[in-house]
């Protein structure tokens, strides 16, 4: 990604209370139900201040999904860090994002209604998750379709795990039966061997259980 140019204080303040206010009201609705005037209205600046930082409405929110997403991927990052083996890896993103869902709803609905081309391979953001599944498939764990569709078919499966987990009130016994049953599925889909994914799947419910 490319770096961000260094803001004057007032500058940084003022595209601070902007990421700010979009948090909350894309909490609640989507960008395209956002007027300009109501993000400069709760963000108390002016409404060219909006237009010095952020082109339009989407550069705006895709900034501010990619603040959640950052976020996310450092989560991801370190509950990966020390696993060798490619699948647990791919299922390890799953399984954080799921978590992060339960207990962050408003900013997993933020990244949900903004998350833009977020789902792209050569997306900046997926760098981890695409090493994964190269590795994955260069040891022939998953079917050939992966190398090519394997990361967009999973962003898509988390993504909608993650709405799932936000739409309802969810016990955590629950929620880990969810979590398993799309693990499952989806490695599954990808061609990864079924003693292979259900040795993670119970892997990742025990630790759940035992947290």
């Excluded at 603040?67 to 991801?76: A, G, N, P, S």
């Excluded at 869902?101 to 900046?124: E, W």
């Excluded at 999973?154 to 693990?183: K, S, Y």
């Amino acid at each position: 990604m490319a770096a961000q140019p260094v803001l004057s204080p007032r500058a940084a303040r003022t595209r601070a209370a902007l990421i700010s206010a979009g948090f909350d009201l894309l909490a609640e609705k989507p960008i395209d139900a956002i007027p300009i005037d109501e993000v400069v209205a709760k963000a108390g600046v002016a409404k060219g201040s909006f237009f010095n930082h952020f082109a339009d409405k989407q550069a705006f929110a895709e900034a501010i999904a990619t603040e959640v997403r950052l976020e996310l991927e450092d989560q991801i990052a370190r509950a990966n860090s020390g696993i060798a083996d490619p699948i647990e890896r791919i299922a390890g993103g799953m399984r954080v994002g799921a978590e992060f869902a339960l207990s962050n709803p408003k900013r997993t609905a933020v990244l949900l209604r903004s998350h833009g081309s977020s789902t792209a391979r050569a997306h900046p953001l997926n760098k981890g998750v695409l090493g994964d599944f190269e590795a994955a498939c260069a040891l022939g764990l998953l079917r050939p379709e992966a190398k090519d569709s394997g990361v967009l078919y999973w962003l898509g499966l988390c993504q909608v795990l993650m709405t799932n987990l936000i739409e309802r009130p969810f016990g955590t016994a629950e929620a880990n039966r969810r979590m398993a049953d799309m693990l499952i599925l989806g490695l599954s889909g990808l061609g990864a061997s079924e003693d292979h994914v259900v040795r993670i799947a119970s892997r990742l419910l025990n630790e759940d259980r035992g947290s």
